[in-house]
């Protein structure tokens, strides 16, 4: 997807799920949460947001830490706390991956990956790239940043990304600490992982392979639903070892 960034302002091809994603972001000012950018306006094809300064994750972490799952696990709490109150459109179009989990709860962001983290001096303070916000359970924003961050995918693909992988339950249990979420209410956390790996798979498959949509096109071209279907079998084969020791 193309994007510019001039003079503090970033401009992206906006689509029928802007509007939606640009009322959600003007109530998080309204409410003082800065941990996402600033809707500014919607300019023929495009949108307009604030710049959100720091450093975003990439394919490499600023920060790996243990600490940082932590302080991740809280922005996404202030981010779901920060929705209190907020009212949709009621002609809301939500760009909601396909077989998403259900339970309509809160707005998810539903991309909490690396790219998508914006770091200040090695701590994660802001979620950008809100396209992909959409109802969902309370759960998914958590899990995807456990596939990333724990993380919870296989080794040979964590090495691209210099995290750790001796110490997966512990940060997994540093994630949900820092969210809130206690042991009991976690059991079934790791399940919400898989689903979330399922959706993206789908997303590939439907978006990319069969409705060749930009930028999903590529993802599947490149074998991206053979990765993701990668991860689910790591997931299935760790599941119950993660679940005991968390």
């Known amino acids: ?76 709490r202030r981010m779901r706390d920060a929705q209190e109150g907020f009212e949709r459109p009621e002609d809301a179009r939500w760009q909601a991956l396909p077989n998403g989990l259900s ?28 396209e992909l916000a959409a109802p969902g359970p309370r759960s998914v924003d958590l899990a995807a940043a456990a596939s990333w961050w724990v993380p919870l995918r296989p080794d040979d693909d964590v090495a691209r990304h210099a995290l750790p992988t001796d110490r997966r339950p512990q940060r997994l249990r540093l994630l949900l600490d820092g969210y809130g979420l206690d042991a009991r209410e976690g059991r079934g956390f790791l399940d919400s992982v898989a689903g979330v790996w399922r959706s993206w798979h789908e997303a590939v498959r439907l978006w990319g392979g069969v409705e060749r949509r930009e930028g999903w096109r590529d993802a599947f071209d490149g074998g991206r639903c053979e990765y993701l279907a990668g991860n689910l079998r790591w997931l299935a084969a760790n599941l119950h070892a993660l679940g005991e020791r968390a």
């Not at 009322?23 to 306006?41: C, N, Q, S, T, W």
């Open 103 to 130: 339970r309509d709860e809160v707005i998810c962001h539903n991309d909490v990956l690396g790219q998508n983290v914006v770091f200040r001096d090695g701590i994660p303070v802001a979620l950008i790239d809100w």
């Open 1 to 76: 997807m193309n994007v510019s960034i001039a003079d503090g302002v970033v401009r992206r091809r906006a689509g029928p799920w802007t509007p939606a994603a640009h009322a959600l972001l003007r109530h998080f000012e309204a409410v003082g949460f800065d941990g996402a950018p600033r809707a500014l306006a919607i300019d023929g094809e495009q949108e307009v947001l604030s710049y959100v300064d720091g450093e975003a994750a990439g394919g490499s972490p600023p920060a790996a830490g243990d600490a940082v799952l932590f302080e991740l696990g809280a922005l996404i």
